[in-house]
Structure formats: structure tokens, C-alpha cells
T-cell receptor, first 113, second 113 residues
Framework: GNSVTQMEGPVTLSEEAFLTINCTYTATGYPSLFWYVQYPGEGLQLLLKATKADDKGSNKGFEATYRKETTSFHLEKGSVQVSDSAVYFCALRIKAAGNKLTFGGGTRVLVKP | SQTIHQWPATLVQPVGSPLSLECTVEGTSNPNLYWYRQAAGRGLQLLFYSVGIGQISSEVPQNLSASRPQDRQFILSSKKLLLSDSGFYLC????????????FGPGTRLLVL
């Protein structure tokens, strides 16, 4: 079946630190990959996505590269801000399985000033 | 532009009572619709999805049911709530066919006592 594994949190950082959240996946087909972010008390928002191998998704200073050879989609940001404190979810979608998303367990990130 | 609404925002219900959560989408037609649950400290679990009026697919056996009486309305229900039904319920929509991105509502926080 399809599954997504993320590093467990919480991840606590100081402002301007480098952030990496690991995400690996298993899939029965060729997935599209996503990162969603959930700010405190809110629903999920799409942060970035990549639809084929070697694609790089980027948004708000975050980046993730679709690595088919390592089945990974690690999220990175060079200099985090307090406002980046949130829960980050990695997800995949197999087109043949409709538009259903399979989510990882989420990683809570706390950025301290 | 498209918007998605959920209500109520929060709900406290006694065990054994019924439940009805509503989700509506504006600004699009014939969307795919989804209900997810996020239990405390855990990831997202897809509960139901719908590709059209009256068409509901259940992902996991449970105490809940879903209905889609209108094109842009998706309702999550239960006849008798259990303690384990507590969680954060998220509705989402995506474009039919080739649409990959899912757009999430603000969520309903349900506490069953």
C-alpha cells in the first residue's frame, strides 16, 4: 500500500536556524508529493508540491525536492522565523487512486525567538 | 474565488448523543469532497470521500457516516457518539479529474465527554 513516514517532533529551533524535516514514502505507483502546514488552531494549507522526479517545490522560503531514487521529499528552510511554528504534514497522491491523499503523522515545529 | 466553510468551529457533546457537522464549498462546481479526522497528537486519517451527489466512499469502518445531499454540501454524522470520536475534523475539496491539490476548511474541534 501507500504510506508516508515523517520524523517525529517536536522540533524546537531558534530563530534564523536551519530547518529540515525528513519525509520518505512508499507507493504502488508514481506519486505526486505535497507538504501541508497547519498553523495553531487552523486547518491545513498547501505549502508546496512536486509532481515528478527531480522537481523542486518552493514557497515562503521552504523547499523540497522529489527524490525518486531515495523515495524522499525532505522539507528545508534556511532561516526560520517564529511565525513558522506549526505542524507540517508530508503527503502523497497516486493519480490512479483518485485524488485521495495519504498523509504522514505530522511534525510539530516550534521556533523560539 | 473558491471558499470552504465548516461549522460549528467547536463542539462539546456527551457520549451517546448524535452528531452533524456541515461543510460547504463556494465558487466551484462538482468538486471532490473529503472528510478527515485528526486525533490529538496524531496525523490525518481520511474518513470519507465523495465524487458526486449521493456518492460516498468510506475509508475506515467506524461509528460515523457521511452524506452529500447537494453538489457542494458534505455532512458528517453519527447516531451515537463515542469517546473515541473526539478529534479535529477537517473537510477538504479538490477539482474533479486532474485536480491534485486539496483545499482544506478551518476544521471543527469535537470533544466527546
Amino acid at each position: 500500500g501507500n504510506s508516508v513516514t515523517q520524523m517525529e517532533g517536536p522540533v524546537t529551533l531558534s530563530e534564523e536556524a536551519f530547518l529540515t524535516i525528513n519525509c520518505t514514502y512508499t507507493a504502488t505507483g508514481y506519486p505526486s508529493l505535497f507538504w501541508y502546514v497547519q498553523y495553531p488552531g487552523e486547518g491545513l494549507q498547501l505549502l508546496l508540491k512536486a509532481t515528478k522526479a527531480d522537481d523542486k517545490g518552493s514557497n515562503k522560503g521552504f523547499e523540497a525536492t522529489y527524490r525518486k531514487e531515495t523515495t524522499s521529499f525532505h522539507l528545508e528552510k534556511g532561516s526560520v522565523q517564529v511565525s513558522d511554528s506549526a505542524v507540517y504534514f508530508c503527503a502523497l497522491r497516486i493519480k490512479a487512486a483518485g485524488n485521495k491523499l495519504t498523509f504522514g503523522g505530522g511534525t510539530r515545529v516550534l521556533v523560539k525567538p | 474565488s473558491q471558499t470552504i466553510h465548516q461549522w460549528p468551529a467547536t463542539l462539546v457533546q456527551p457520549v451517546g448523543s448524535p452528531l452533524s457537522l456541515e461543510c460547504t464549498v463556494e465558487g466551484t462546481s462538482n468538486p471532490n469532497l473529503y472528510w478527515y479526522r485528526q486525533a490529538a497528537g496524531r496525523g490525518l486519517q481520511l474518513l470519507f470521500y465523495s465524487v458526486g451527489i449521493g456518492q460516498i466512499s468510506s475509508e475506515v469502518p467506524q461509528n460515523l457516516s457521511a452524506s452529500r445531499p447537494q453538489d457542494r454540501q458534505f455532512i458528517l454524522s453519527s447516531k451515537k457518539l463515542l469517546l473515541s470520536d473526539s478529534g479535529f475534523y477537517l473537510c477538504a475539496w479538490s477539482v474533479q479529474g486532474s485536480g491534485e491539490t486539496q483545499y482544506f476548511g478551518p476544521g471543527t474541534r469535537l470533544l466527546v465527554l
